[in-house]
């Protein structure tokens, strides 16, 4: 197929897929189902906002449903246009397959700029497309559960929430109609970080492979590592912060939409943050460099490069100058087709967004079946550890007949608690997912790499569940 000099989003994601279905033996009608989404809905509809009415523009669109109930962000951009929330979509889809989750794939939005509104009017706004769309079948608990994206969070949840419980009063499960609410509203503990903490996850278990480290370019484990992350909201804000705290890996440079900030010794993550929640803005902070046009930091020179903002980021334009030796797709779609193929012929390695990011999703999960369990993660069973673990300290002082030091016993006496099987599971979950897309990767020869060594795993498996139950 001949690829035009600028693939959109859409063209971005379809033409990955193309790559790796081609790849396999999957009867060619269902390859094209499997890409094209089933249905996309657009919504008009008028708010009046400070005595004049505003007709805004929003989209759902459902690219599959082989799982249900249909799962993706809903997100408020100026930007946003239907096709992109189109690709986003079908992203859903191979993502959820990727790392097991039973959902089919599901995204939407709002042509918005959320920063022009008060929260007032935003609640307006939110609970009015919200009833759109629930009243059209495309939000519910068990046909399409919407969670955060760009521009949005656990605030526009819980209005969404209650206003499909508003809807739907006798619906048992209504509160698991969307997920990212906040924990006091039926949301669940490790959500916020969750996409971030996946993000983590995933660079952790490469650097368990010293094969693909060397393959990379580079050497050793994540420690010291230099670092730049693009995007300081939920997602950026978050990994960049426990690269930071808890693997000792350097954040040389933080860029934002309005510039970035720089410093070569390590930028102090959370100090970072409380400026920028304070103002808005990078601009001014007191203590690192900062660059007005914070774009040309993506090539700059560093170990790890996290695109964690928006899509298209990494393009035709600067993917020949781009030094990262590993790049971690935070964002969904942040690198263009062309650019894809510019850098894999330049060795450079790229985790990419259908798996990277796929910690949002994961936890989504989780908190959806709390919901539907209408029951605390860890409530049944964690005093019962604990006595156990004190059973275990007792028998082994017994055997030995001396006491076993305090922060021994400290580990052992701790039940799980909801936040601690949230990050076992999203660490299992991520770990298990790399595994299987090496496993393709290594093993077959026409897998050129990691991108289509994930596509491959999501295509194979929702082909198989398409056999299985019939088309
Ligand atoms: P967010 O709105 O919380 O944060 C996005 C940040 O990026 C903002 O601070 C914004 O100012 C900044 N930004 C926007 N355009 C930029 C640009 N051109 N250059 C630099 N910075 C820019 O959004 P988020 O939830 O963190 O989402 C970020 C990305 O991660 C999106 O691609 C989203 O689809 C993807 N993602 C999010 C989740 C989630 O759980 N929130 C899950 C999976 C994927």
Request: hydrophobic share 40%; with cysteine; aromatic share 8%.
């Amino acid at each position: 197929m001949a690829v035009a000099q600028r693939t959109s989003f859409l063209e971005s994601v379809n033409l990955m897929f193309d790559r790796a279905a081609a790849l396999l033996d999957v009867p060619p009608g269902l390859a094209e189902f499997i890409k094209r989404g089933n249905s996309v809905i657009q919504v008009r509809f008028p708010v009046k906002i400070r005595g004049e009415y505003r007709v805004l523009t929003g989209w759902r669109a459902t690219h599959s449903e082989h799982r249900l109930p249909a799962k993706g962000g809903i997100r408020y951009s100026p930007h946003l246009t239907q096709a992109d929330v189109e690709a986003m979509a079908a992203l859903m889809t191979y993502k959820c397959a990727i790392v097991d989750v039973p959902f089919g794939g599901s995204k939407g939005g709002l042509r918005i700029d959320p920063k022009e509104y008060t929260e007032e009017e935003l609640e307006v706004i939110t609970r009015r497309f919200a009833r759109e769309l629930a009243v059209k079948g495309y939000i519910s608990p068990a046909l399409n559960v919407p969670a955060p994206d760009l521009g949005t969070g656990p605030r526009e949840m819980v209005w969404i929430a209650d206003t499909y419980r508003t809807l739907f009063p006798d619906d048992l499960n209504a509160i698991a109609c969307v997920t990212g609410k906040p924990v006091t509203q039926g949301g669940i503990r490790g959500r916020e970080e969750a996409t971030g903490r996946g993000v983590e996850y995933a660079i952790r278990e490469f650097f368990r492979h010293p094969e693909d480290v060397e393959r990379a370019g580079l050497s050793g484990g994540l420690e010291g590592k230099r670092v730049i992350v693009q995007g300081f909201g939920k997602v950026g804000y978050h990994v960049a912060k426990f690269l930071d705290e808890e693997d000792d890996a350097k954040v040389i440079a933080i860029i934002e939409r309005d510039g970035a900030v720089v410093d070569e010794r390590g930028l102090k993550v959370e100090h970072v943050a409380q400026y920028f929640r304070e103002h808005g803005t990078l601009r001014g902070y007191p203590d690192a460099l900062f660059v007005e046009d914070g774009r040309t930091l993506l090539e700059e020179e560093c170990d790890i490069l996290i695109p964690a903002a928006v899509e298209g980021q990494i393009t035709l334009e600067n993917a020949p100058h781009i030094k990262a030796r590993l790049i971690v797709e935070a964002a969904n779609g942040p690198t263009t087709y062309e650019a894809d193929n510019i850098l894999r012929e330049r060795g450079i390695t790229i985790i990419p967004d259908v798996y990277a990011n796929a910690g949002g999703v994961t936890v989504s999960y989780f908190e959806w079946i709390k919901n539907l369990s209408h029951m605390r993660f860890g409530r049944l069973q964690r005093r019962l550890e604990e006595m156990r673990g004190e059973q275990v300290i007792k028998a082994i002082e017994a055997a030995v007949g001396r006491p076993i030091p305090d922060h021994l016993k400290a580990g052992l006496t701790r039940g799980a608690d909801e936040l601690d099987l949230v990050r076992s599971g999203l660490d299992d979950t991520m770990r298990q997912a790399y595994n299987e897309i090496r496993e393709v990767y290594l093993s077959r020869r026409d897998v050129p790499d990691l991108r289509t060594a994930a596509y491959v795993l999501a295509i194979d498996k929702i082909a198989r569940s398409y056999r299985e139950t019939g088309v």
